[in-house]
Nanobody, 115 residues
Framework: QVQLVESGGGLVQPGGSLRLSCAASGIIFNFNTMAWYRQAPGKQRELVAAMTTSGSTMYTDSMKGRITISRDNAKNTVYLQMSSLKPEDTAVYYC?????????WGQGTQVTVSS
């Protein structure tokens, strides 16, 4: 059974930093693409960042410059380093791994930015 487990969420003050981790298990090969999404209360889930095995990345405009996605293929783990966090960044953050036509989601980790 393929599983993705997020960790690293929590409560941070505006302007603070946080690093999220997503570890995948149950597969032999790495996902072609790993990504981070977030869903704020009352809003649609949105793509935050994505990274391929070759190192190509993309970032949502709302967080570009404040986040960095990285990947450890040996551990089949993806990270999301966040800084200069804003209250509007408050959301449940999910990771997704994709390989071919298959996609797998983690359960999410709560990030709350508040003073």
């Amino acid at each position: 059974q393929v599983q993705l487990v997020e960790s690293g969420g929590g409560l941070v003050q505006p302007g603070g930093s946080l690093r999220l981790s997503c570890a995948a298990s149950g597969i032999i090969f790495n996902f072609n693409t790993m990504a981070w999404y977030r869903q704020a209360p009352g809003k649609q889930r949105e793509l935050v960042a994505a990274m391929t095995t070759s190192g190509s990345t993309m970032y949502t405009d709302s967080m570009k410059g404040r986040i960095t996605i990285s990947r450890d293929n040996a551990k089949n783990t993806v990270y999301l380093q966040m800084s200069s966090l804003k209250p509007e960044d408050t959301a449940v953050y999910y990771c997704k791994g994709s390989l071919g036509l298959n996609a797998y989601w983690g359960q999410g980790t709560q990030v709350t930015v508040s003073s």
